[in-house]
């Protein structure tokens, strides 16, 4: 009897102990509230630079680098340029890295209303008009460099010089020797086909954004991604297409590989990348002017129907088992097949 009411105490005690704890630990945890982006109060400093980001897409404390020789920068404040008081220039340098401190709107400027102050170090700092600084400066992310790089004219026209005579002279020799090339001998893979397909169309969606959402385009250059499910439409599209150039492009190097000996496999993928380059080139610049959409689809006819009626394959030889157009002398092995 005195075991039971031991064990029954025992068992009360436990019990207390642990609805004690259970009290304890409940009465320590502290519910974060929640606070919705609705019911958030700004003061009007904060409401200006929200809407000057959403206009801009940058604001204070945005990073940039200098991309030209130098950038001068004026230390007086603008009121002081607008009333033309003595002012003193100093000059930041290519590569230097520059942040914003400050943005100030002058409605009497009659050159530009927005000036920015950006600062390189604690002594370096000073104010520029938005329209001079913003072409002379680059987000500091290497996407947002890279874009820069290959939107600058004088490089496009280079590229563009240099691009046509290297794919001129490569496919003219794969001619010449009756070599393999893409859409005119081309071998039994889709792969390259896809290739150009998916470059061609890259190139003109590209231009598309340019010129329907340049404001979806700028927004990109100053905070880009890779990632395409967190973007708009229209860049998930693109950025999408670029994952699929890397990916066809694999598969295309590794099956030209298996379908053709090393030495005219390597032929065969330079020719592969000048048609590539031919069509970034021709589709991201024409299709600015409203030509390419039109050249586009006729390119994808083309392109289909040279893989189908030249590259396709129905035989197998039936000494070697290697693939054949059609019926007749095996082109491998000599072998006639009926």
């Known amino acids: 009897m005195n075991i039971d009411r031991n064990h029954t105490v025992r068992q009360l005690f436990r019990c207390a102990c642990a609805v004690a ?62 009333a033309l008081l003595p ?14 401190a400050d943005i100030r709107i002058m409605p009497t400027d009659s050159i530009d209303s927005v000036w920015v102050q950006v600062a390189r170090d604690q002594s370096t700092f000073g104010w520029q008009r938005e329209s001079y ?13 890279f874009i820069s790089t290959f939107s600058d004219i004088h490089l496009l026209i280079f590229l563009i010089v240099i691009v046509g005579i290297l794919a001129g002279y490569v496919i003219r020799k794969l001619m010449r020797k009756n070599a393999h090339l893409v859409h005119f001998r081309d071998i039994d893979s889709f792969y390259p086909t896809l290739l150009t397909l998916i470059v061609a169309s890259a190139a003109a969606l590209y231009a598309g954004i340019q010129n329907f959402a340049p404001d979806v385009w700028r927004h990109f250059y100053f905070h880009p991604t890779l990632n395409p499910c967190s973007v708009p439409p229209l860049l998930a599209i693109f950025l999408s297409s670029v994952w699929a150039m890397l990916i066809v492009g694999i598969a295309a190097v590794d099956d030209t590989f298996h379908k053709l000996p090393a030495a005219e496999a390597v032929l065969y993928i330079c020719g592969l990348i000048g048609v590539c380059a031919v069509d970034y080139i021709v589709f991201s610049i024409l299709s600015l002017y409203y030509i ?5 689809a006729a390119y994808v006819y083309f392109a289909l129907y040279r893989y189908a009626t030249k590259s396709g394959t129905s035989f197998i030889c039936g000494n070697c088992g290697r693939a054949m157009r059609r ?7 000599g072998a006639w097949n009926d």
Do not use: M, W
């Open 292 to 296: 390419g959409y039109l050249l586009l």
């Open 133 to 145: 600084l913003l072409p002379k400066v680059v987000p500091d992310d290497p996407i947002s460099q």
């Open 87 to 100: 002012t003193d220039t100093i000059y930041v340098r290519k590569h230097d890295h520059l942040v914003v």
């Open 21 to 82: 704890a259970i009290l304890l630990l409940t009465s320590c945890y502290h519910r974060k509230q929640t606070t919705h982006d609705a019911t958030v109060t700004y003061n009007a400093k904060q409401l200006d630079s929200l809407s000057f980001q959403t206009k801009h897409h940058y604001t204070n404390n945005f990073n940039f680098i200098v991309k030209a020789d130098s950038l001068a920068l004026i230390r007086q404040q603008p009121e002081e340029v607008s």
């Open 327 to 333: 019926k007749g002398r095996c082109p491998h092995c």
